[in-house]
């Protein structure tokens, strides 16, 4: 059983940043890490999502403001988010998987941006 911690959440002014950590108990090779993100009144959509070899994928809402990464040697992900709006508020959660067979969730990090 993989337990995912996730850090870095917060409040910040429309056009701030803030970098969101998440740190698996276990080896992340051979996994895809990835964030979703949820607002109040909203499905869970994806965010961004990154292979062990660095191949990445990123919603349309955040691409080029947003930057997603990973450290397979300490087991870690990162999403930088950059020039932050309004519409970005919302319960940030690290997704690993493997292969679609296993998966696992982070608890979840508020992201709250003010307007």
């Known amino acids: 059983q993989v337990q995912l911690v996730e850090s870095g959440g917060g409040s910040v002014q429309v056009g701030g940043s803030l970098r969101l950590s998440c740190t698996a108990s276990e080896s992340i090779f051979g996994w895809t890490m990835a964030w979703y993100r949820q607002a109040p009144g909203k499905q869970r959509e994806l965010v961004a999502s990154i292979e062990t070899g660095g191949d990445t994928n990123y919603a349309d809402a955040v691409k080029g403001r947003f930057t997603i990464s990973r450290d397979n040697v300490g087991g870690s992900g990162y999403l930088q988010m950059n020039t932050l709006q309004a519409e970005d508020t919302a319960s940030y959660y690290c997704?690993?998987?493997?292969?679609?067979?296993?998966?696992?969730w982070g608890q979840g990090i508020q992201v709250t941006v003010s307007s």
């Open positions: 997704h690993l998987d493997w292969k679609g067979v296993e998966t696992y």
